[in-house]
């Protein structure tokens, strides 16, 4: 299994996944680096772990995401060629029933069979719909490698991507996992802080939202704990304030305590992170990532089906935010059901296995 190196978004999401395997009796290998190696190592002691180099993808803080992107364009494509040599050497003196490839486009090669895990099956560019059919078009050329695509999220009209998930001009038909979550909403912890601060994300806007959020915190009467997402930082590099209890980052079962345990939550509106809060029934407000239309969409979205309401990072105050999260009617209509039918595609796909 190799998730994509954006955010530690991707191998969280592959967490369940994971677990369920070796639940099932399954050995289970790691294809990854940096953050994303560090983070899943740490939930999976012991777990094989092959070296793979990520994508190494940045955006500066002047330009949108679509113009870094292009810019970087060669780079992605030169890493995508890459990762396929890879696997394909890593074939040669290994062998493995499954690849499972979570947004990783070179990650598949035909003498095994490959699956690919996304929730954009329309990429939104920001620059308008032709351009979108053009990165969907793009994407699905890729995805027509894999023998299986699935996709984290429901199939019907309720579910948690909207149009990103569920295109009006379908290209691939995929197969719908439910949703997937890392946690477990029936664990009860006693409410500890009045906001918990979950930063993630790309460099350098996890840093600039790092620095504004804790330079207006300074003046917040509350408990805060405050989670900075670099799972591979050993020291806090920030100042002390006694209301402000800093974590460079907490594995999944620490987390889930802060989570459940905090009366608001500050985070970016990623789609892994959209499912936990989902799972663990949680008020949110939501900072997409500025230049970064899947972000963008997803925010409007939630709020628009009234799950979150969000505040753009230009404008963010922390004040109006726990205003406006206070005033704001949450309405969710997810069940446990819906975090749980991915079981049944992998116990699908295991028994196939076994009748071949």
Known sequence: MAPLDWGLGHATR?????????????????????????LLTKEFPGIGIRQLDGYGIRYNSSSSLFGSMAMQLPGVFTSIKKEHRWLDELLKKESFDFIISDNRPGFWNKRTHCIYITHQLLIHSGKGKRLNRLLQQLHARYMKNF?????????????????????????IQP???????????????????????????????????????????QSYKGNVLFVRG???????????YEHISIHAHLPAQALQEAMVSAQLIICRSGYTTLMDLIKLNKKAMLIPTPGQPEQEYLAAYMQ?????????????DVHTAIQNANA????????DEDFSSYKQVIDQLLQNKILT
């Open 14 to 38: 592959c967490i369940p996944i994971v677990r369920y395997l070796q639940e099932k009796h399954c050995e289970v290998v790691l294809a990854s680096s940096g953050a994303q190696a560090s």
């Open 147 to 171: 023998n299986s695509i699935w996709v984290p999220d429901l199939e019907g009209n309720k579910n948690l991507g909207g149009e990103l998930s569920h295109p009006a001009k379908p290209i």
């Open 230 to 240: 670099l799972p591979e930082q050993q020291k806090e590099s920030l100042p002390f």
């Open 328 to 335: 704001f009617t949450y309405k969710q209509s997810f069940t």
């Open 304 to 316: 628009e089906q009234q799950y979150f309401p969000y505040l753009k990072q230009d404008a963010f």
């Open 175 to 217: 197969t719908y996992l439910g949703l997937l979550s890392r946690f477990e909403k029936d664990k009860t912890v006693d409410p500890v802080s009045d906001l918990l601060i979950l930063l993630s994300g790309p460099e350098p806007q996890r840093t600039i939202l790092e620095q504004k959020l804790y330079h207006q915190l």
